[in-house]
């Protein structure tokens, strides 16, 4: 019960995170899958390791590498998990055009098994804003919130 309510909680706070009108002017480009490396909260930052595949409407996919770094309340330790984010841009795709800083609002809680939401805008002239399909799936002990920082590099 409380993990639904927390859930509802992170998935209204994160539609509200974005203004409508930036919501107004995207598409929905495809979909970024990520695996999230072990993360020890350090109470104002922590910082995970993210292996993503970008999935485009139309394309061919597209690996990228990089790290997800969280400036705020964090608390305790998790192990890997994932998250899909909608991928959502005001300009046409292109190879590569994930590649770039992302910066949002997030928020996470785990006890065994917990769930997490990070809306992110940025890439290319923050064309691209990163939305939650599904929540983040962890496990560990651990509770988060502050503002979450994504840095993606295509992989090669």
């Known amino acids: 019960m409380y993990r639904s309510a927390f859930a509802a909680a992170v998935l209204g706070a994160a539609m509200l995170a974005m203004p409508a009108g930036a919501q107004q002017d995207r ?4 979909t970024l899958e990520c695996s999230l490396s072990s993360s020890i909260g350090m109470i104002v930052t922590s910082s995970r390791n993210v292996a993503c595949n970008f999935k485009p409407r139309g394309g ?4 990228y590498l990089g790290t997800l770094t969280r ?3 964090d608390i305790g330790i998790t192990g890997g998990g994932a ?5 959502f841009t005001s300009t046409n795709l292109y190879a590569g055009m994930l590649s770039g800083t992302y910066v949002g609002a997030s928020a996470e809680m785990s ?3 917990g769930l997490g939401a990070n809306v992110l805008v940025g890439g290319s002239n923050r064309s691209v804003a990163l939305q939650p399909l599904s929540v983040q799936g962890q ?11 994504l840095e993606l590099h295509l992989a090669q």
């Open 83 to 87: 998250i899909i984010w909608g991928v």
């Open 139 to 149: 496990t560990g002990l651990n509770i988060a919130a502050g503002v979450s920082s």
């Open 71 to 73: 400036v705020g309340l």
């Open 60 to 63: 061919p996919p597209e690996a």
């Open 27 to 30: 598409m929905q480009g495809g």
């Open 111 to 113: 006890i065994a098994a």
